[in-house]
């Protein structure tokens, strides 16, 4: 299956709230906000998950989520997919608002 690239998704983490907002691990500085992909069904060895696979991120929650920090999920590991869900959600939603993303009435 061909990957869902989109360089307008990746460019609208830019300037962007944390949408991770891990507790005792977001340092909620807009200014290191990058768009962080999620693991799915899509990604693989030396591929990233499909660009609608993920959320804005702090640079401390991008550590934590891609283990560059792995102490960082200890307190809270039994929530890791919930952050990442609710990461993923709130991002779509500010992409709708932003018409970066449409969806059909």
Same mark, same amino acid.
């Given at each position: 299956?061909? #990957?869902?690239?989109?360089? &307008? ?7 962007? /709230?944390?949408?991770?907002?891990? #507790?005792?691990? !977001? /340092? $909620? /500085? %807009? ?7 999620? %693991?799915?069904?899509? $990604? ?16 401390? !929650? ?7 920090? %792995? /102490? &960082? ?31 059909? %009435?």
């Amino acid at each position: 299956m061909k #990957p869902i690239r989109s360089q &307008a998704i990746r460019d609208s983490a830019k300037g962007e /709230n944390c949408t991770l907002a891990i #507790p005792g691990i !977001c /340092n $909620h /500085n %807009p200014e290191t906000v990058v768009y962080c992909h999620f %693991p799915d069904e899509s $990604h693989g060895m030396g591929r990233k998950s499909d660009d609608i696979s993920g959320g804005y991120g702090c640079s401390a !929650c991008h550590d934590a989520i891609d283990g560059r920090n %792995p /102490n &960082a999920w200890i307190a809270i590991l039994e929530d890791k997919d919930w952050y990442l869900r609710r990461a993923q959600t709130r991002t779509l939603r500010r992409m709708v608002e932003r018409k970066i993303v449409t969806v059909k %009435p």
